[in-house]
């Protein structure tokens, strides 16, 4: 009975893994811009259709980091708030297809992203300096939201939370070459101070040493509107956070 007991009481602080997330998911999660699916081809409500597998299931984290398929970056179950460190080779959310991306928030290096960036104040309690986000999907105010949740907690947490790392800036992702969600103007860093990065926390061989100081309480919040967080990687980031709510079963139309 002892064991069961403690066995129940540790799956029930561990979060869950959750499944995979489907097409319908990602259908959901963008009503803006999507229509539908028809089995084959993501349907935009511009009419454009895009295929969702490109015929390669077997490519390696590296492969897909690089020119992943839209079910690609479906098809790691992201595990909501904080859990101990991932197993190798999972990265959920990491994987992102450019084409699907590209469309939605634009191409920054075109100029497509910067005509949707508006401003948002971040923490106006605690520290009341504006940041440029995309309006795309309303990012925007799934993270005035977000602010305002975190702008309540106690003093405690205020460190973790600015001055940001930042959020619209057109680059790429150090080691895939991709756009970063920053470039999409639909990401996140907080306070780099109380960061870990992977690139940052390497052992002798080479692999990522996991290491987080953020807390669940911040985690769960942005969970709560939408944006998953980079500490769920073996690849870790703690600082970030993207809006990907396909990979959190979230609807924005719950939320307005």
């Not at 229509?35 to 490519?59: C, E, Q, S």
């Not at 057109?170 to 860093?189: E, L, P």
């Not at 690139?199 to 692999?207: H, I, Q, S, Y």
Request: net charge negative; glycine share 10%; hydrophobic share 40%.
């Amino acid at each position: 009975m002892a064991i069961a007991w403690l066995v129940g009481a540790f799956l029930a602080a561990v979060p869950a893994m959750g499944k995979a997330a489907s097409v319908q998911d990602l259908v959901r999660a963008y009503p803006d811009a999507l229509a539908g699916f028809d089995g084959v081809n993501l349907i935009w409500r511009d009419g454009t259709r895009m295929k969702v597998d490109d015929g390669r299931p077997d490519k390696s984290l590296e492969e897909q980091l690089r020119e992943g398929s839209i079910l690609d970056q479906l098809r790691v179950p992201y595990p909501v708030g904080t859990v101990p460190p991932p197993p190798p080779e999972q990265d959920p959310g990491r994987v992102r297809n450019r084409a699907f991306f590209d469309k939605m928030y634009g191409e920054c290096g075109a100029g497509e992203v910067a005509p949707h960036l508006v401003r948002v104040v971040w923490l106006p309690k605690s520290w009341g300096h504006s940041v440029s986000i995309t309006s795309v999907n309303g990012v925007d105010r799934r993270l005035e939201a977000v602010s305002r949740e975190l702008d309540e907690l106690p003093a405690e947490f205020k460190k973790f939370l600015y001055p940001l790392g930042g959020t619209y800036t057109c680059r790429t992702v150090a080691d895939t070459g991709q756009t970063s969600m920053h470039g999409r103007g639909a990401a996140i860093d907080i306070n780099t101070k109380f960061s870990d990065y992977w690139m940052w926390r390497r052992g002798k061989d080479g692999l990522p040493e996991y290491r987080n100081r953020i807390p669940a309480e911040v985690v769960a919040i942005f969970e709560r509107h939408g944006f998953i967080w980079g500490g769920n990687w073996a690849h870790f980031d703690t600082m970030h956070f993207e809006y990907r709510p396909e990979l959190l079963g979230y609807d924005p139309k719950s939320s307005e």
